[in-house]
């Protein structure tokens, strides 16, 4: 029997810490909790919760955050799915 396994890194989620005005925009607006600040610099503390919405790109003033919205929203629906069933958690690629 398959083991399914979570997607690990399989965001396009870039984050450039150095030019962040720590306004803390992306931890308002992302709905999954993928920032948080740091001092007053937005950091990235749970890169596996980004399905890729975009929000925190739109949303932030002076553009150091990317990400290509849609294209992680299948491995994100996937990884929720294996979280509310509390499936077994190991890295790799999905459902190998």
Same mark, same amino acid.
């Given at each position: ?18 030019? *962040?005005?720590? =306004? +803390?925009? %992306?931890?308002?607006? &992302? @709905?999954?909790? /993928? ?14 919760? *980004?399905?890729? =919405? +975009?929000? %925190?790109?739109?949303? &932030? @003033?002076?553009? /150091? ?32």
């Amino acid at each position: 029997m398959k083991q399914f396994r979570y997607l690990k890194n399989a965001t396009t989620l870039e984050l450039r810490p150095e030019g *962040c005005a720590g =306004c +803390g925009r %992306c931890v308002e607006v &992302c @709905p999954h909790q /993928v920032f948080e600040l740091a001092g007053k610099q937005a950091r990235i503390v749970d890169r596996d919760a *980004c399905m890729e =919405c +975009g929000a %925190c790109t739109r949303n &932030c @003033p002076v553009a /150091v955050i990317n990400v290509d919205a849609g294209v992680g929203c299948a491995s994100g629906l996937i990884n929720e799915w294996l979280r509310e069933r509390n499936l077994r958690r190991s890295g790799g690629a999905c459902c190998s």
